[in-house]
T-cell receptor, first 113, second 116 residues
Framework: NAGVMQNPRHLVRRRGQEARLRCSPM?????VYWYRQLPEEGLKFMVY????????ESGMPKERFSAEFPKEGPSILRIQQVVRGDSAAYFC???????????FGPGTRLTVL | AQTVTQSQPEMSVQEAETVTLSCTYD???????LFWYKQPPSRQMILVIR??????QNATENRFSVNFQKAAKSFSLKISDSQLGDAAMYFC?????????????FGKGTLLTVNP
């Protein structure tokens, strides 16, 4: 059973460009969570999605960030007009329901030049 | 809001010896879950162990065990017979057991070095 997949593993963008991060949950998991890890910090919750629904986006910055989890395909975290402060590791986790353990993907390391 | 505190930014242990990593948390809830995740240099987050607050028995997974003190809001991780592969950043995390509150709240981590 394949684990949570994230791609790309590393992404380099210049200021003002867009970043798209993808997450494919484990088979049988319909709940996806995105977390951000800034340097020297623990992970911070960003958004929780189920298929075609955003359940909680309270951890998302109000501007430039958006997330989706369509009926078909991976979950996407989109960052528009990236700034240097967006440089971080972005982790996706999935679970079969909201009460079960969340299993993490390998993360995407975003570097903004 | 819940908070998780890991007071040891770094720890080191000799191979084959035992080390304990500390974690305390703050919550007003009575039912919740606690986790230890390991993040090796690959940066993959790996679940090490999980504890349900309603269970008095401490969780154990092979060489990893916890000392869960609910009244003291303490959740330490003990690694026995340490191996070089245990070297990693270890994060303690809290999650409410209420169905509507699924966010994991993480501590800042403890960097564990294993000396040969």
């Amino acid at each position: 059973n394949a684990g949570v997949m994230q791609n790309p593993r590393h992404l380099v963008r210049r200021r003002g460009q867009e970043a798209r991060l993808r997450c494919s949950p484990m088979k049988g998991h319909s709940h996806v969570y995105w977390y951000r890890q800034l340097p020297e910090e623990g992970l911070k919750f960003m958004v929780y999605l189920q298929k075609e629904n955003i359940i909680d986006e309270s951890g998302m910055p109000k501007e430039r960030f958006s997330a989706e989890f369509p009926k078909e395909g991976p979950s996407i975290l989109r960052i528009q007009q990236v700034v240097r402060g967006d440089s971080a590791a972005y982790f996706c986790a999935s679970s079969p329901d909201s009460l079960k353990t969340q299993y993490f993907g390998p993360g995407t390391r975003l570097t903004v030049l | 809001a819940q908070t998780v505190t890991q007071s040891q930014p770094e720890m080191s242990v000799q191979e084959a010896e035992t080390v304990t990593l500390s974690c305390t948390y703050d919550t007003s809830e009575s039912d919740y879950y606690l986790f230890w995740y390991k993040q090796p240099p690959s940066r993959q987050m790996i679940l090490v162990i999980r504890q349900e607050a309603y269970k008095q028995q401490n969780a154990t997974e092979n060489r990893f065990s916890v000392n869960f003190q609910k009244a003291a809001k303490s959740f330490s991780l003990k690694i026995s017979d340490s191996q070089l592969g245990d070297a990693a950043m270890y994060f303690c995390a809290y999650r409410s057991a209420q169905g509507s509150n699924y966010k994991l709240t993480f501590g800042k981590g403890t960097l564990l070095t294993v000396n040969p």
